[in-house]
């Protein structure tokens, strides 16, 4: 294991860092549904907005990787598209 490297920054590193009741009571949702994220380690993407400007106003870092986006599949490129 790295000790070095940055520690990861997951839904419950945020949850800890801003509070569950605040981020609740920002977003609109159930104290139980951020607990929830929290414990799965990743925010549904909706929450996105809101918990950005949370960490922002906080100075927490926020990265995409602790939300559920979905990311598209690569596509492989059409024979005449080759570069």
């Not at 940055?6 to 549904?33: E, M, N």
């Not at 950005?52 to 927490?60: D, I, P, S, T, V």
Request: net charge negative; aromatic share 6%; with cysteine.
């Amino acid at each position: 294991m790295d000790t070095h490297s940055a520690p990861q920054i997951t839904a419950k590193t945020i949850c800890d860092a801003i509070g569950r009741k605040v981020i609740a009571d920002h977003i609109g949702a159930s104290l139980t549904a951020v607990s929830n994220a929290s414990t799965d380690g990743k925010f549904p993407a909706r929450w996105y907005p809101g918990i950005r400007e949370l960490c922002a106003a906080a100075g927490h870092l926020c990265p995409d990787e602790a939300f559920n986006f979905v990311v598209p599949a690569a596509t492989p490129a059409k024979p005449n598209e080759a570069a």
